[in-house]
């Protein structure tokens, strides 16, 4: 009988110091976060600084940040510093929408919002956690169920975020949003304080096929850039129809002559949002 209790003993010594550990280990991440993001030139702040590069052109900045309060700029850290991965809507306040092929395993994820880059405002804000769409398969050639849904902390934002709106429903008439980006010797990709919307057309699924041999279903857009002349290899979007999101990038142009590209289509996965994010309502 003294042995067992001494063992029961033992058993809850270790479950309470397991419990101490872990409650321990969560504080100092939690501290180390909250550093991070107050030191200057260090932590969230080294997150625009790392992806970002000098203003260019602040002129069409403001309006376009108003027209867009819900775009953001995803960057990851997979090992000394911070890159640009994509870009994404906020949703539900507290979610953003992006590419399932944004999230990288064992990285760690912000958000930089174009409304707070147009102000100088550097911070950004950790995703705590990504839903990835379960049929995703980042090896497969073709971009079925690129969708993500990631929820991000904003507790300590002075500000209210004004979210985009998504339903069901398809639409005929989108717009871009373009962030604009330039591109370094090493191929790493810099946002820039230059921003512009387009206009784009919802073209015949045939088109992204003959541009590149993919069979566009419901679940995806192809989307008509030709009236540009821009240069759209490097990621862009969302797109809008007014608030509400469209579509979230799934194949960018492979070179500058190919006008076409193909968005993940979000009506389609209206109500995949709303189970992963736990919601009753939207819009």
């Known amino acids: 009988m003294k042995a067992a209790c001494i063992i029961l003993t033992i058993i809850i010594f270790v479950a309470i110091m ?5 409650v321990k280990f969560a504080t100092d991440i939690t501290v180390e976060e909250r550093k991070r993001d107050y030191l200057p030139g260090a932590g969230v702040y080294q997150v625009a600084k790392s992806i970002a590069v000098i203003a260019l052109n602040e002129n069409k900045s403001l309006p376009i940040a108003e027209r867009y309060p819900y775009v953001a700029a995803i960057a990851r850290n997979s090992s000394s510093s911070w890159s640009f991965s994509c870009f994404a809507s906020v949703v539900l306040v507290k979610w953003v929408v992006t590419s399932a092929h944004c999230r990288r395993k064992d990285a760690a994820h912000r958000v930089l919002l174009l409304y707070d880059f147009t102000r100088n405002f550097s911070r950004s804000f950790p995703i705590l956690y990504w839903r990835i769409n379960e049929k995703f398969n980042i090896n497969n050639t073709i971009p079925l169920y690129d969708i993500a849904v990631a929820k991000f902390n904003i507790d300590d934002y002075p500000f209210t975020i004004k979210p985009s709106t998504f339903d069901d429903r398809a639409v005929t008439e989108c717009e871009a949003s373009i962030w604009k980006t330039v591109s370094a010797m090493d191929k790493r990709v810099f946002l820039i304080n230059d921003f512009d919307s387009f206009e784009m057309r919802i073209a015949s699924p045939n088109r992204c096929y003959e541009s590149y041999g993919i069979q566009v279903d419901e679940s995806m857009i192809c989307i008509d850039m030709s009236d540009y002349d821009d240069c759209f290899i490097h990621e862009f979007g969302p797109i809008f ?24 289509n979000v009506s389609y996965f209206a109500t995949w949002i709303l189970k992963l994010t736990h919601t009753a309502f939207h819009g």
């Open 241 to 264: 129809n007014g608030d509400k999101l469209v579509g979230v990038l799934a194949v960018k142009p492979r070179d500058c002559e190919v006008k076409y590209a193909i968005f993940t």
């Open 18 to 22: 397991a419990v101490c550990v872990m």
